[in-house]
């Protein structure tokens, strides 16, 4: 995609800004760096676990000793041919490593191994889920394949900065959107959505806590559908929380500048998530001239079509589709669809709850609704992952054949939720010993009704003289006197024949 | 192409190599002659010619995702100018402060 459509890419009106003098729209574009899920590094055979003893996972190449040279990890150049793929990016039969040269501490090379001109992935789409089921297609520039760094701690001692390599060489996907998003909200549905795809693809397991996801936001404003403004670049946010309100802070800060007459300097920023705010880190012009040239240790990279084909083919199914299965095969709405589909845990859980231990087909959109709000709820309350949900999927699905099945009705299947909640069994054990069955049988209805109409003789000339309210009075009371357990839609019918 | 003071400034600075007031002006001349000399491949015609960036032309070699190299923790330390290897808070390399 071009700079011009990309600028022709206008935001939502109530994503606009009110200034002093008069609307301003934000325009960001994100560069996410997601760590490969790979078990050694992307040049060298020591490992990638996350918090090892501070360098202890370093080898003489990762540490830049004179002589060493780096052997690319295939596994690494799967995932990020996969999740290129993933994207509906085109995977280049040929790329190259270059060398970005800068000095870092905790950069023993002296230089980041890199794609610079020739990155293995070129385009791709994210598709935004946006309120009321909208959705919004954002480009991907590319995808490439680098080195991490090490981590550097500069709060262990007063006047020193300390170096982790054990991050040194891990392989990173740095992917780069379209500069296409226009509000804060878009940028946390990008990365929801990317996230959601590298880990149905399991290429990144998108921890943004431990750092295996990281966010960097260059943030601009100008008037509507007006030229691109000049931008500043956002580091490392660690959530996406953050990553919104960086954003917004972002925008106001370079609005209050323009409209006081002011120039935005192109710098990069840090945004310091205690205080809200976003500060400078470093001027861009004076040391970031990186002098890219490829590096003379590696080979160019070259894929076989057949290779590709065959990666792309076995993809699994990514959340887009599942969703659109959800809402064509399943009837959901496309809202419960893209709650289901948005964590690989979730639709398992969904898809399990639907099927497991089934003798009849159960009813997607009753299984979908019991999810989203009772089990999503207690989740929530309890602080909980679905993997750890106090009722399991199969439970879930045996409740909802009880519904089915006018084995109990929807009101006394809350209860029986709850029993399993407490673990006082399945939930067909629970309808057993607490005697939850369904009253269905007629006779015990009619019964129930009988004597409630003949205990209320003045509510029924009430009700029959035009009080239409008073239905609900019966209902309660017949309700009342079954225990609950009336079948609700038998009572309701054997009550107005009664009072007709 | 010719260098000038402020391009040998900046070189100097990106390769951060200290470079006394005094020595720059042979360092102009130094690297203005090694580039005139490189310079002299431009007289080949490479019109039409792919840029050969390398000599070789094998597949690059690679590796399956295992982890072997054993934890060299002590050696790769011992190297450091400086290093935290009390290790009360872990081992580190130890740098002056670097806060950006």
Redesign the interface.
């Given at each position: 995609m071009s700079l011009e459509s990309a600028m022709a890419i206008a935001a939502e009106p109530q994503d606009l800004i009110e200034g002093a003098t008069g609307k301003w729209e934000i325009v960001i574009g994100l560069e996410v760096h997601a760590q490969v899920l790979?078990?050694?590094k992307l040049f060298?055979?020591?490992?990638t676990a996350f918090g090892a003893?501070?360098?202890?996972?370093?080898?003489?190449v990762d540490?830049a000793?004179p002589g060493m040279l780096p052997?690319?990890?295939?596994?690494?150049?799967e995932q990020a041919a996969r999740t290129g793929l993933g994207i509906k990016g085109k995977v280049n039969p040929v790329s190259?490593f270059d060398r970005k040269?800068y000095?870092?501490?905790d950069l023993p090379q002296g230089y980041q191994i890199s794609q610079f001109t020739q990155p293995i992935v070129t385009g791709g789409e994210i598709i935004l889920d946006l309120p009321e089921g909208q959705s919004k297609t954002i480009g991907v520039t590319r995808l490439h394949l680098e080195q991490d760094a090490g981590k550097?701690?500069?709060d262990?001692?007063?006047?020193?900065?300390?170096?982790?390599?054990n991050r040194s060489g891990i392989a990173l996907m740095e992917i780069v959107s379209e500069p296409e998003l226009r509000s804060p909200e878009e940028a946390a549905a990008y990365l929801r959505k990317l996230r959601s795809i590298l880990r149905y693809l399991g290429t990144c397991d998108g921890n943004m806590e431990e750092g295996s996801l990281r966010c960097d936001a260059n943030v601009s404003v100008r008037k509507p559908g007006g030229e691109f403004g000049t931008r500043c670049e956002i580091k490392n946010v660690n959530s996406i929380r953050f990553v919104s309100q960086a954003i917004q802070y972002e925008a106001r800060r370079q609005i209050e500048i323009l409209e006081a007459g002011g120039t935005i300097n192109q710098e990069t920023r840090?945004y310091d998530s205690a205080r809200g705010e976003t500060r400078a880190?470093?001027s861009k012009e004076d040391a970031h001239?990186y002098?890219y040239f490829?590096d003379?240790d590696?080979?160019?990279?070259?894929l076989e079509p057949g290779w590709i084909e065959s990666l792309k083919s076995a993809l699994p199914e990514l959340p887009d589709a599942r969703s659109d299965r959800y809402v064509h095969d399943y009837g959901l709405s496309p809202y419960d669809a893209r709650v289901l589909a948005a964590e690989q845990e979730f639709s398992a859980y969904y898809e399990a709850a639907l099927t497991s231990g089934a003798t009849v087909q159960r009813d997607p959109k009753i299984v979908a609704n019991w999810m989203t709000s009772e089990v999503f709820a207690v989740l929530n309350r309890l602080n909980l992952e679905i993997s750890q949900s106090p009722i399991s999927a199969a439970h879930l699905g045996e409740l909802v054949d009880l519904i089915s099945d006018g084995t109990i009705s929807g009101k006394i299947a809350k209860e029986v939720f709850q029993a399993v909640i407490d673990g006082e069994g399945s939930p067909r054990e629970i309808v057993e010993s607490r005697g939850l069955r369904q009253v269905s049988d007629s006779g015990a209805i009619e019964a129930a009704i009988d004597s409630i109409l003949a205990a209320n003789p003045d509510k029924v000339a009430e009700f029959k003289s035009g009080k239409d309210k008073l239905f609900g009075f019966f209902v309660g009371q017949a309700m009342k006197a079954t225990a609950g357990k009336a079948n609700p839609a038998m009572l309701n019918d054997l009550l107005k024949k009664k009072l007709t | 192409m010719s260098l000038n003071q402020d391009d040998v400034k900046?070189v100097a600075r990106?390769a951060?190599i200290k470079l006394p007031a005094e020595a720059i002006p042979a360092m102009i001349t130094e690297l203005n002659g090694i580039i005139k000399f490189v310079e002299q491949l431009q007289e080949v015609d490479t019109k039409g010619v792919e840029p050969m960036?390398?000599v070789?032309t094998?597949?690059?070699?690679?590796?399956?995702?295992?982890?072997?190299?054993p934890?060299?923790?002590r050696e790769?330390?011992s190297?450091a100018q400086?290093a935290?290897i009390a290790g009360n808070?872990?081992?580190?390399?130890?740098?002056?402060?670097?806060?950006?």
């Amino acid at each position: 995609m071009s700079l011009e459509s990309a600028m022709a890419i206008a935001a939502e009106p109530q994503d606009l800004i009110e200034g002093a003098t008069g609307k301003w729209e934000i325009v960001i574009g994100l560069e996410v760096h997601a760590q490969v899920l790979s078990q050694s590094k992307l040049f060298s055979a020591s490992a990638t676990a996350f918090g090892a003893e501070p360098n202890s996972q370093v080898s003489l190449v990762d540490a830049a000793f004179p002589g060493m040279l780096p052997v690319i990890n295939r596994f690494c150049v799967e995932q990020a041919a996969r999740t290129g793929l993933g994207i509906k990016g085109k995977v280049n039969p040929v790329s190259v490593f270059d060398r970005k040269n800068y000095f870092y501490a905790d950069l023993p090379q002296g230089y980041q191994i890199s794609q610079f001109t020739q990155p293995i992935v070129t385009g791709g789409e994210i598709i935004l889920d946006l309120p009321e089921g909208q959705s919004k297609t954002i480009g991907v520039t590319r995808l490439h394949l680098e080195q991490d760094a090490g981590k550097s701690s500069h709060d262990l001692h007063a006047t020193k900065t300390f170096v982790d390599l054990n991050r040194s060489g891990i392989a990173l996907m740095e992917i780069v959107s379209e500069p296409e998003l226009r509000s804060p909200e878009e940028a946390a549905a990008y990365l929801r959505k990317l996230r959601s795809i590298l880990r149905y693809l399991g290429t990144c397991d998108g921890n943004m806590e431990e750092g295996s996801l990281r966010c960097d936001a260059n943030v601009s404003v100008r008037k509507p559908g007006g030229e691109f403004g000049t931008r500043c670049e956002i580091k490392n946010v660690n959530s996406i929380r953050f990553v919104s309100q960086a954003i917004q802070y972002e925008a106001r800060r370079q609005i209050e500048i323009l409209e006081a007459g002011g120039t935005i300097n192109q710098e990069t920023r840090l945004y310091d998530s205690a205080r809200g705010e976003t500060r400078a880190m470093r001027s861009k012009e004076d040391a970031h001239d990186y002098r890219y040239f490829n590096d003379p240790d590696l080979l160019p990279l070259e894929l076989e079509p057949g290779w590709i084909e065959s990666l792309k083919s076995a993809l699994p199914e990514l959340p887009d589709a599942r969703s659109d299965r959800y809402v064509h095969d399943y009837g959901l709405s496309p809202y419960d669809a893209r709650v289901l589909a948005a964590e690989q845990e979730f639709s398992a859980y969904y898809e399990a709850a639907l099927t497991s231990g089934a003798t009849v087909q159960r009813d997607p959109k009753i299984v979908a609704n019991w999810m989203t709000s009772e089990v999503f709820a207690v989740l929530n309350r309890l602080n909980l992952e679905i993997s750890q949900s106090p009722i399991s999927a199969a439970h879930l699905g045996e409740l909802v054949d009880l519904i089915s099945d006018g084995t109990i009705s929807g009101k006394i299947a809350k209860e029986v939720f709850q029993a399993v909640i407490d673990g006082e069994g399945s939930p067909r054990e629970i309808v057993e010993s607490r005697g939850l069955r369904q009253v269905s049988d007629s006779g015990a209805i009619e019964a129930a009704i009988d004597s409630i109409l003949a205990a209320n003789p003045d509510k029924v000339a009430e009700f029959k003289s035009g009080k239409d309210k008073l239905f609900g009075f019966f209902v309660g009371q017949a309700m009342k006197a079954t225990a609950g357990k009336a079948n609700p839609a038998m009572l309701n019918d054997l009550l107005k024949k009664k009072l007709t | 192409m010719s260098l000038n003071q402020d391009d040998v400034k900046k070189v100097a600075r990106l390769a951060r190599i200290k470079l006394p007031a005094e020595a720059i002006p042979a360092m102009i001349t130094e690297l203005n002659g090694i580039i005139k000399f490189v310079e002299q491949l431009q007289e080949v015609d490479t019109k039409g010619v792919e840029p050969m960036v390398r000599v070789v032309t094998m597949p690059l070699p690679m590796r399956d995702d295992r982890v072997d190299y054993p934890n060299l923790q002590r050696e790769v330390l011992s190297n450091a100018q400086e290093a935290d290897i009390a290790g009360n808070r872990g081992r580190y390399f130890v740098v002056p402060k670097v806060v950006e």
